[in-house]
């Protein structure tokens, strides 16, 4: 399989909520790096990670803006529109994903903090 359908069912699988899927296209070393906060190591570490990040969630729809494959980077500029039951946000973010072996080896994720809190907070 190649990388950019590996992040593009990623992006999808993000719709479902379910931490332990997402958590499974992390190589067992990851790191998931949410630049607004410190890098996460580890598929363990980074399912309980996402497990909290969308405990409040009650959905969330990533649009794929653009989408750039090379080799085993992938780059991809999204719009990920995000419920908490009533409050919500359209995030705009970019991923930049290296991966490895058909895994996630590193995820860094860009995107405004403030724009996120202004919405769900």
Not at 94 to 107: A, N, Q
């Amino acid at each position: 399989m190649d990388n950019e359908k590996i992040i593009r069912e990623f992006i999808a699988a993000w719709s479902r909520l379910d931490a332990a899927e997402l958590a499974g296209f992390f190589a067992e070393d990851g790191v998931y790096h949410n630049m607004p906060a410190g890098p996460v190591a580890g598929r363990s570490n980074i399912e309980q990670m996402i497990g909290g990040f969308i405990a409040a969630w009650t959905e969330t729809e990533w649009d794929v803006l653009n989408l750039v494959a090379d080799g085993n980077l992938v780059i991809a500029e999204r719009l990920d529109r995000t419920k908490a039951g009533e409050k919500g946000v359209d995030l705009p973010c970019t991923g930049v994903f290296e991966l490895e072996e058909g895994k996630i080896k590193v995820w860094r994720d860009y995107f405004d903090m403030a724009t996120y809190a202004r919405g769900m907070g």
